[in-house]
């Protein structure tokens, strides 16, 4: 495994360093790094339903989409952020344990009791201290993850539109209740020292002498990925647009967000968003809903592999949401 040393907190640029390694490192990768204030959106997320955009403007608080599915989150200096990609042969399937046991591990080394929660978090004492996910590019998986050291959990709290439905389903009040620092475990150390930590844990699990900076070659091509797609409005914001119907339900896999445009009662436009995983991009699944008509037994055989898409989800589900 090579491990790299990110010093970069620009959002833009660490979100395309993702990207970047997921498309051009052959082997397994590990890499730490922390983000400036950002939100960062699921990859199906409706960028205008999640974000309270008038609180990040004014504060200053970058928007940046990411490649996978799941919810939005809020990253700051005090936020530690952590990334695995692996040949997808060692991971052929979604598995977010193989992934958070090595870090739970790690805090619990600390006196951190860390324990997985969930489809995607790492909890400690009830409180949520960290939240993943995945995507499948290619021949690789990539896992991400964030780590709430001393993070500005107001500043969270204020600029995240949860879904009451998501709160009322965990049994939870607000936002700023559900989630903890770990600081609260840890008052001797602080996120730079708990970085070290990590990488040092790290480069004894993977058996490499240090991590290594990215390379002259490797900077450059971050930093036109950055400019071409992350930083751009139309990745960020411009997949959000007005539909004639939108319809949306929570199921245990996730929200799902389903907007669709009709004539004569066949499907002209489709947009499935949500805080769902997936193995494939949704928007596979959206081009093949195009043309049908809105009946239950033509939907059904374009939803059959639905759960490539949205996984857990079964082509009833979908068809469902299209209140037939």
């Not at 400690?124 to 995945?134: E, F, H, L, P, R």
Request: charged residues 25%.
């Amino acid at each position: 495994m090579k491990l790299y040393l990110n010093e970069s907190t620009d959002p833009y640029f660490n979100l395309a360093a993702e990207e970047y390694l997921l498309d051009t490192e052959p082997g397994e990768v590990f890499m730490l790094w922390r983000n400036e204030r950002a939100v960062i959106l699921g990859r199906n997320q409706n960028a205008y339903a999640e974000i309270n955009r008038p609180v990040a403007e004014e504060r200053g608080i970058a928007v940046v989409r990411r490649l996978t599915g799941g919810g939005a989150v809020f990253h700051d200096l005090g936020n530690l952020n952590f990334t695995f990609i692996v040949p997808r042969e060692r991971c052929p399937e979604l598995d977010f344990a193989r992934f958070t046991v090595p870090v739970a591990e790690a805090l619990k080394k600390l006196g951190v009791p860390a324990e997985i929660s969930g489809r995607n978090d790492l909890t400690a004492d009830g409180k949520k201290i960290s939240g993943n996910a995945q995507c499948v590019r290619g021949n690789k998986v990539m896992h991400h993850g964030t780590l709430l050291f001393s993070a500005d959990l107001t500043a969270m709290a204020d600029v995240l539109r949860v879904d009451p439905e998501k709160m009322r389903s965990k049994g939870i009040g607000s936002v700023r209740s559900r989630v903890g620092n770990l600081r609260d475990w840890l008052p001797d150390m602080d996120v730079t020292g708990f970085k070290r930590y990590l990488e040092e844990s790290f480069l004894s699990r993977s058996g490499a002498d240090r991590a290594v900076p990215f390379s002259p070659e490797q900077t450059a091509g971050i930093e036109r990925l950055k400019r071409e797609k992350y930083a751009s409005w139309a990745w960020n914001w411009g997949s959000s647009q007005a539909y004639g119907r939108t319809v949306r339900k929570r199921f245990p896999y996730g929200g799902v967000e389903l907007s669709f445009d009709s004539e004569h009662g066949v499907l002209t436009a489709v947009r499935l968003q949500g805080d769902y995983f997936g193995k494939a991009s949704v928007d596979e699944l959206e081009r093949a809903l195009l043309g049908c008509r809105l009946l239950r037994d033509e939907l059904l055989p374009r939803l059959s592999a639905v759960d490539r898409y949205i996984h857990g989800a079964s082509p009833e589900d979908i068809a469902a949401m299209f209140e037939l």
